[in-house]
């Protein structure tokens, strides 16, 4: 099948080569910092993780949201979805691939990362992560391009391909979880150290993957003569629309639980993100800017005669994703690392080659995504007769 | 012939299976195992000088101390251990970069959660010098996923520079800022090298190491040999050491003791 991925048009192949272009650029970067550090970086002794984990634990979202696509229509046989299930496992295949590029890209010595193989340790949670991610990976891949082929052979699936697929449910939770959990389990740590955190991640997932999902429907729809209906991409979008107020939710119970307490340790890392802290503040405007897209991307959602109209659609479903990304992608780390255990705050800005080995990640991700989507569109043609 | 093999198959994986799931077993209660420390295996390193205790720990009389006590043993320890100066050698903005073993804060940075309204006078000015706890249930040991910090069977919480895959890991787990990442080469940026104690690479973790390697030779640590009698270090097991006898005869506090990692320095204020 993947010969599809080589036959196409003009644009096509510009679209290429523009995303290899930004890779090239982000790889030469990323061989400045493995010269001279991390220290190219805006990471610091007090901030000590960054845009890059940042992003990870965002793409973690990104691929697990791709389960609420296959819950409705594996467990509960929503057939509509039956059109678009390899579209959200190739979604998650792309988002996994950055999230392992995020993870190398942010190790100070790389070429050990082997390491982590060769002395396993199961009481860390990152070796749990890279089980959860690896095994998520594989079971997509596998379920995907199994499925895809017997479609287009118009057979059904094999019959082994089941179990997997009803595996990769649970899974794809724990992926989520698991990344949660790296961070709840620390003391000291208060601005994660809450139980909530996994399913705030959960519901942020639940919203931002399903929401790029609608968006990546709509640019297939508009580019080829695959033609995913209304039924999907309207189911999704209510999905999109109530897990982005659970997600409100759990952040509205973590509010309330710092502002009734009024514990120091557990305000503190709140009034920093949204009203900065002893005249340092400088992530106040993107935390605000954050609750106000999810917020009008909820009320966009909500309203039928809105949420019906694709244009209108879009925008909401862009709104929810920049949304979640401001809040998981830039707050969530630098929130959690300030202020620092001695109570001192050290802020953070990523800097410029930081940002572009991040854009470069992107576009890795994006070329792994328009490959494996040009492949699906070329069965879908190819059935469609088209 | 084929019953047999057959048979041999099962039990065979019965066997691998059991044994997967007897590893994974232990390697979740290990969290409390993995932290109770390594074999020393090594014995014949061993040498008969050596210092040696069940459980090593420190305490800081802060009454004793001033800056100058503090800066001398941050430079003698410093110095001892390669641990680069990068703010003399590139300026102050590589501060945030800054590696540091030991140093002198203040009572409110390291004892958060004590803040008092009305202070003992002088309290704000009290020189406290703090360092790597040495936690008898480190929580930096449990986030390592390559056991490249490890704790030993006397306590002392280590890192193996040459396993670490710098992640990072251990330095968010730990509560008390006590771990610094080499976000650059150090080596330009040492002065005066100590030939006798490895320096560190770009991309890896370090932190106190209780000087392990003058223990090993039967000396007292740096900072303790530099303060005048401010720091007191022994073995907290053995009633009759005389940290055992200051910490009997004092109010001493530790930082962060509600987090549970039982550190091992204790402060007499």
Redo the contacts between chains.
């Keep these: 099948m993947l010969e599809k991925a080589i036959k196409g048009s003009k644009t096509y192949w510009l679209w290429v080569l523009a995303l290899l272009a930004v890779i090239a650029v982000g790889f030469m970067f990323y061989m400045r910092q493995l010269d001279f550090g991390l220290g190219i970086t805006g990471m610091s002794r007090d901030v000590s993780w960054g845009f890059y984990i940042d992003q990870f634990t965002f793409l973690v979202g990104v691929a697990a949201g791709g389960v609420m696509v296959a819950i409705p229509h594996y467990l509960h046989d929503y057939k509509a979805f039956g059109k678009i299930t390899v579209l959200a496992e190739f979604l998650a295949v792309s988002a996994v691939m950055m999230c392992m590029f995020f993870i190398v890209v942010d190790l100070g010595q790389p070429m050990r990362l082997l390491n982590v193989l060769l002395h396993p340790t199961p009481h860390s949670m990152l070796f749990w992560d890279m089980i959860v991610l690896s095994g998520y990976l594989f079971l997509n891949i596998v379920i995907g391009w199994n499925v895809l082929d017997a479609e287009r052979n118009s057979v059904p699936p094999p019959q082994w391909v089941k179990p997997l697929i009803y595996l990769s449910i649970p899974w794809a939770i724990s992926i989520h979880t698991v990344t949660a959990f790296l961070y709840c389990g620390l003391p000291g740590r208060t601005a994660w150290l809450t139980a909530i955190l996994a399913p705030k991640f959960l519901a942020g997932a639940f919203a931002a993957g399903p929401a790029f999902l609608i968006l990546l429907c709509l640019v297939v729809r508009k580019f080829t003569n695959f033609k995913i209906g209304q039924a999907q991409i309207q189911a999704l979008a209510k999905i999109v629309c109530y897990a982005a107020i659970t997600d409100l939710f759990f952040f509205l119970c973590e509010v309330f639980v710092a502002i009734y307490s009024q514990i120091p340790e557990h305000l503190e890392h709140l009034e920093y993100l949204f009203f900065g802290l002893h005249g340092h503040g400088a992530l106040v405007p993107f935390m605000w800017l954050s609750i106000l897209l999810i917020v009008s991307g909820i009320l966009l959602l909500l309203i039928p005669s809105a949420r019906e109209n694709e244009s209108v659609l879009a925008v909401a479903c862009v709104a929810v994703f920049m949304g979640i990304w401001l809040d998981k992608g830039l707050g969530m780390i630098a929130g959690g690392f300030i202020p620092n255990p001695l109570n001192e705050i050290t802020e953070y800005v990523p800097t410029m080659p930081e940002v572009m080995i991040t854009i470069g990640i992107y576009a890795s991700g994006l070329l792994i995504l328009t490959i494996l989507y040009k492949v699906v569109i070329g069965v879908k043609e190819e059935l469609a007769g088209t | 012939m084929k019953k047999s093999r057959r048979e041999f198959l099962k039990v065979a994986g019965i066997t691998i299976l059991g044994a997967g799931a007897g590893s ?1 077993i232990n ?2 209660s ?2 409390s195992a ?1 932290e109770s420390g390594r074999k020393p295996g090594l014995d014949f390193f061993k040498n008969s000088d050596a210092l040696k205790a069940k459980r090593w720990g420190m305490a800081v009389d802060t009454r004793k101390l001033s800056d100058e006590i503090c800066e001398k043993m941050q430079v003698s320890c410093h110095q001892l251990h390669n641990v680069p100066d990068f703010i003399k050698k590139f300026g102050k903005q590589e501060k ?4 540091k073993w030991i140093w002198e ?1 203040g009572f ?3 004892f ?2 004590r803040e008092n309204e009305f202070p003992r006078e002088n309290l704000e000015d009290l020189p406290v010098v ?1 360092t790597c706890n040495h936690c008898e249930k480190p ?1 930096c040991v ?7 910090t490890f704790k030993r069977e006397d306590g002392i919480v280590m890192m193996d520079f040459h ?7 251990c ?7 006590s771990r ?6 150090p080596r330009p940026a040492i002065y005066d090298r100590n030939p006798d104690f490895p320096t560190r ?5 370090e932190k106190c190491n209780f000087c392990a390697e003058r223990l090993a030779v039967g000396k007292l640590p740096a900072c303790v040999e530099a303060s005048e009698g401010a720091l007191v270090f022994g073995d907290l097991e053995d009633p009759e050491s005389d940290i055992r006898k200051l910490l009997a005869e004092n109010y001493t506090i530790r930082r ?1 003791p509600e ?3 039982n550190p091992s320095v204790f402060y007499i204020i």
Excluded: W, Y
């Design positions: 994974l390697g979740v290990v969290l993995a945030r970069h800054e590696i804060t409110e940075h390291a958060t959660g703090v929580p449990r986030a390592c996923p390559t056991q490249a396993r670490c895959i710098g992640c990072r890991f330095m968010a787990a730990c509560p008390f800022g610094s990442f080499n976000f650059r080469d690479t770009k991309g890896v973790v962060k987090l549970g990692t």
